[in-house]
């Protein structure tokens, strides 16, 4: 499952699109509006975190709208009971960047991302 979202802050949080993104015979619409999602990937774990506002301002200059990236759920859970959304697994913070770039996000959590990770992504 993936959602497309702004990352705006809004009292704290990040704020989802009530509206979202929807389509009809002919185009998708974003709140209503025509909207033509171009888009790429930049797997933030991928990249060093000194390397992101670099590689997503690249991004934009290519007329890049749309940032889709997976989230590993076996690198933010390596052992039952233990979580890491710390320096190059700050998720929110990647997102936060999008958003301050004007980027949407298409964030596909799993459980099973591929992305040639060992087990797709699973947590062992």
Known sequence: MCSLFSSTPLMGWKRSRKVG???NSSQFTLEGEPF???GGSVHYFRVPRAYWRDRLMKMKACGINTLTTCVPWSLHQPEKGAFNFHTQLDLEAYISLAGELGLWVILCPGPYISA??????LPR
């Not at 040639?116 to 992504?121: K, N």
């Open 21 to 23: 993104l929807s389509t």
């Open 116 to 121: 040639d990770i060992d087990l797709g992504g």
């Open 36 to 38: 033509r999602i171009l």
